[in-house]
Nanobody
Framework: QLQLVESGGGLVQPGGSLRLSCAAP????????IGWWRQAPGKEREGVAC????????NYADSVKGRFTISRDSTKKTVYLQMDSLKPEDTAVYYC???????????????????WGQGTQVTVAS
């Protein structure tokens, strides 16, 4: 059973950066499409970024395009979400999700994911 673990969240000032990590202890995330999602209090869950299982496709929500970057390091069996120029509206719990041989459509919500992590809190405030 694939268990995803997110890390790297925390408190950061507006304009700052954080790098989130998604790993599955004991497993490689190769051959898995990965999505990063977030949910703020009182709001619906939002697909933020995705990377296909081949890493050939990457897509981002319009709200983070140009500020967030998703990447995969196969040697470390980890997928990252680099978040730069953070804004208060980026405050949310961030989740990674995985689907074996998953794709990465331009509309991130179209890709179903069978595995989800527990989430990591990101707070952007001064």
């Amino acid at each position: 059973q694939l268990q995803l673990v997110e890390s790297g969240g925390g408190l950061v000032q507006p304009g700052g950066s954080l790098r989130l990590s998604c790993a599955a202890p004991g497993f490689s995330l190769d051959f898995y499409g990965i999505g990063w999602w977030r949910q703020a209090p009182g709001k619906e869950r939002e697909g933020v970024a995705c990377i296909s299982s081949s890493s050939a496709s990457k897509n981002y929500a319009d709200s983070v395009k140009g500020r967030f970057t998703i990447s995969r390091d196969s040697t470390k069996k980890t997928v990252y979400l680099q978040m730069d120029s953070l804004k208060p509206e980026d405050t949310a719990v961030y989740y990674c999700a995985a689907e074996r041989l998953g794709g990465c459509p331009r509309s991130i919500t179209r890709q179903p994911y069978g595995y989800w992590g527990q989430g990591t809190q990101v707070t952007v405030a001064s």
